[in-house]
């Protein structure tokens, strides 16, 4: 397991945007972002396979957020433009060492072993 610290969160209007971090303490060969609103599940917004080459994205916010990775595989980031008011959640780091069949598995929780605090998102309309 990694240690994920997410920042980047904050409040903002709808129509804004925020661009949220995450800090590995070390490396993960896969990654993503999720979401949770008190009283309902955890869901996935997007994932990133190690190549790079390869990102996933729940389709709530396919055109609006884009997920990247920086160089050393250890800083995740999302990108968040657009913003909705049903945007708003604690938004969680995931990252997994290792797994099988991500090509199925990324929206699945259980695929990844680390799991960041969370960030605040509060879009107001």
């Known amino acids: 397991q990694v240690q994920l610290v997410e920042s980047g969160g904050g409040s903002v209007q709808a129509g804004g945007s925020l661009r949220l971090s995450c800090a590995a303490d070390?490396?993960?060969?896969?990654m993503g972002w999720f979401r949770q609103v008190p009283g309902k599940e955890r869901e996935v917004v997007a994932a990133?396979?190690?190549?790079?080459?390869?990102?996933r994205y729940a389709d709530f916010v396919k055109g609006r957020f884009t997920v990247s990775r920086d160089n050393t595989k250890t800083t995740l980031y999302l990108q968040m433009d657009s913003l909705k008011p049903e945007d708003t959640a604690m938004y969680y780091c995931?990252?997994?060492?290792?797994?099988?069949?991500?090509?199925?598995?990324?929206?699945?929780?259980?695929?990844?072993?680390?799991w960041g605090q969370g960030t605040q998102v509060t879009v107001s309309s």
């Open positions: 070390g490396y993960s060969a896969y």
């Open positions: 990133i396979h190690p190549s790079g080459r390869s990102i």
């Open positions: 995931a990252a997994a060492k290792q797994g099988v069949n991500w090509w199925a598995r990324w929206p699945d929780i259980s695929f990844y072993d680390s």
